[in-house]
């Protein structure tokens, strides 16, 4: 069965300070991981995939398969990032079920 | 484009009612996977349709059912409504034949049961 867990509900810091949202997944192929953000009032939509080894809005994310993490990082937080944050695991084979973790609300203070 | 489109937006449904969500995809795509979101956890996923048909299924039991239409938008079902049917259900859209395809999500229709 496939899992992922995001171990914070919520994550407050400052403006301009680092920020690392964590993600652990346990999956028994191999994963395709994302990062989904909800802004308030928005719909739920793509950050970033694993695949594409990308930052988007200065955000990262690695995959680390020994540790099953996907944490996700931006090395300066801006008052825009405040939002809801989903890690979610693709299972391989083409289809696109979609396992979310709960939700880390990130909170950035001014 | 207006992308991913659901109907209602909200609803209130009163236990052992039926009640049909609707969900019309993103222009281009052809499978739709819909999702229930409870207060305060991730989506969990119902199931996907593909060419008019359930693909895959979670653990979610026989009351809740749909359908994909030719124009590959498509229903969802719940029968018996439960108290804990009360959640958000969104929609994804996606197009299936590609390996990075993007799931496009609804804005998701806000079901009430009392």
């Known amino acids: 069965a496939q899992r992922v867990t995001q171990p914070e509900k919520l994550l407050s810091v400052f403006k301009g300070a680092p920020v690392e949202l964590k993600c652990n997944y346990s999956y028994s192929g191999s994963p395709e991981l994302f990062w989904y953000v909800q802004y308030s009032r928005q719909r739920l939509q793509l950050l970033l995939r694993h695949i594409s080894r990308e930052s988007i809005k200065g955000f990262t994310a690695d995959l680390n398969k020994g540790e099953t993490s996907f944490h996700l990082k931006k090395p300066f937080a801006q008052e825009e990032d405040s939002a809801m944050y989903y890690c979610a695991l693709r299972n391989s084979g083409g289809y696109q079920k979609v396992t979310f973790g709960t939700g880390t609300k990130l909170q950035v203070i001014p | 484009d207006a992308g991913v489109t659901q109907s209602p937006t909200h609803l209130i449904k009163t236990r052992g009612q039926q009640v049909t969500l609707r969900c019309s995809p993103k222009?281009?795509?052809?499978?739709v996977s819909w999702y229930q979101q409870a207060l305060g956890q991730g989506p969990q996923f119902i199931f996907q349709?593909?060419?008019?048909?359930?693909?895959q299924r979670g653990n979610f039991p026989d009351r809740f059912s749909g359908h994909q239409f030719p124009n590959y938008s498509s229903e969802l079902n719940v029968n018996a409504l439960l108290l804990g049917d009360s959640a958000l259900y969104l929609c994804?859209?996606?197009?299936?034949?590609?390996?990075?395809?993007?799931?496009?999500f609804g804005q998701g229709t806000r079901l009430t049961v009392v």
């Open positions: 349709y593909y060419e008019e048909e359930e693909r």
């Open positions: 222009s281009g795509h052809d499978t």
């Open positions: 994804a859209s996606s197009w299936t034949a590609g390996e990075n395809t993007e799931a496009f």
